[in-house]
């Protein structure tokens, strides 16, 4: 049997190229695995403490982020309620993005920035990174809250026999009563039977139109808002507080503000009139209680947030002022049945 030279001509070439492959895989598969595991989320902020109503730079650093579609930042909704957003800019290079937040602190008691979510879009897929938490101290605003009291006053000496002051008291105040009642007696004319009044029915208010008639008072009563910053705001937050508690019926002027947006977050309202309703409230909450005191374009700004709300609530809520308009109507008409069969027994 013979073999013809040509069949074992490649295995000279083939033999160095397989050996290179295998000597190179690690190294390929190291790479891929960089390029895969790149991605990284750095978060800090400027202040060791923080105090309510403070204002501090939350700065994240997201690394290996380009070869995605989009990226998804955190907003206000992935805050929590403690944290307000003032501001948040983008600042992109080769390496990765640098997210810069303006927060302003509004907890009593907190520990740290929560951990945070970043969204990672391609195509029809999103990876969520996750970015750390930071840590800070919480330092009250309350200057000696261990202060010792004032001492108290010595106990004055009331005299041991009282009662006959007591008894003496009774006695002139049933006189008093006695000549009270005669005189009022002589006074009291002989009743003559009247006539029972018409029942009165009481025309519907729009708690839409009652808001922006407030919200035209407000602005017009308060030229220059920020002299009288906690008399505006509080006037603003209640405004839109009296209107959430007569169109959505539920108690907003004597709940928090965490209690109202949780209301209206269960009724379904639109994200839209919850997040501008969440920055007015935060912000009326900030002037009363954080001592945050704002400037002229802070009060104009907060007034163009509430122009914007009630453009929204007037678009959204018109089925439900039309259901309450059509239940005062049915109350009236009730009212009207149960005098007329009064009337008639």
Same mark, same amino acid.
């Given at each position: 049997?013979?073999?013809?030279? +040509? ?10 190229? @397989?050996?290179? @492959? ?8 190291? +790479?891929?695995?960089? %390029? %895969? ?17 403070? /204002? ?9 982020? $380009?070869?995605?579609?989009? %990226?998804?930042? &955190? ?13 948040? $800019? ?58 010792? +009291?004032?001492?108290?006053? &010595? !106990?004055? #000496? ?16 049933? !006189? ?26 009481? #025309?519907?208010?729009?708690? @839409? ?9 407000? $602005?017009?009563?308060?030229?220059? #808002? ?35 947006? /949780? ?9 839209? !009139?919850?997040?501008?309703?969440? /920055? ?13 005191? &704002? ?9 163009? !947030? ?13 089925? /439900?002022?039309? %259901? @309450? ?21």
């Amino acid at each position: 049997m013979s073999f013809s030279p +040509m069949s074992f001509s490649p295995l000279p070439i083939r033999l160095p190229v @397989l050996l290179m @492959l295998w000597a190179l895989g690690p190294v390929f598969l190291w +790479m891929g695995a960089g %390029v %895969v595991l790149a991605q990284e989320a750095v978060s800090a902020i400027d202040r060791d403490t923080l105090q309510t109503g403070d /204002r501090f730079t939350y700065q994240v650093r997201l690394t290996g982020v $380009q070869g995605f579609d989009a %990226v998804v930042y &955190p907003d206000s909704a992935d805050f929590a309620p403690d944290f307000l957003i003032r501001s948040r $800019q983008v600042e992109r290079d080769q390496r990765g993005d640098t997210l810069i937040y303006h927060l302003v602190y509004f907890g009593v008691d907190g520990e740290e920035v929560p951990e945070l979510q970043a969204g990672l879009v391609r195509g029809a897929d999103t990876l969520q990174l996750a970015i750390p938490e930071v840590p800070f101290g919480y330092r009250s605003r309350v200057d000696d809250p261990d202060a010792d +009291m004032r001492p108290l006053k &010595p !106990i004055f #000496p009331f005299f041991r026999s009282w009662w006959p002051f007591l008894l003496l008291g009774l006695v002139l105040a049933a !006189i008093a009563a006695w000549l009270m009642y005669r005189y009022r007696q002589k006074l009291i004319p002989e009743s003559k039977p009247v006539a029972k009044p018409a029942v009165r029915l009481e #025309p519907f208010r729009n708690p @839409l139109d009652d808001l922006r008639r407030e919200l035209d008072r407000i $602005q017009y009563a308060y030229g220059e #808002p920020h002299r009288l910053p906690k008399q505006f705001y509080t006037e603003l937050g209640d405004a839109f507080r009296s209107y959430f508690e007569r169109a959505y019926r539920f108690p907003a002027l004597e709940s928090t503000t965490w209690e109202v947006i /949780r209301e209206l977050k269960s009724n379904r309202t639109d994200e839209e !009139i919850v997040a501008l309703a969440s /920055r007015i409230l935060q912000e009326a909450d900030l002037v009363k209680f954080a001592k945050y005191e &704002p400037n002229e374009a802070d009060c104009s700004n907060v007034m163009n !947030i509430a122009r914007s709300l009630f453009n929204c609530i007037a678009e959204n809520d018109r089925y /439900r002022i039309a %259901v @309450l308009r059509k239940k005062h109507e049915e109350d009236q008409k009730e009212k009207v049945s149960v005098d007329t069969d009064y009337d008639l027994g």
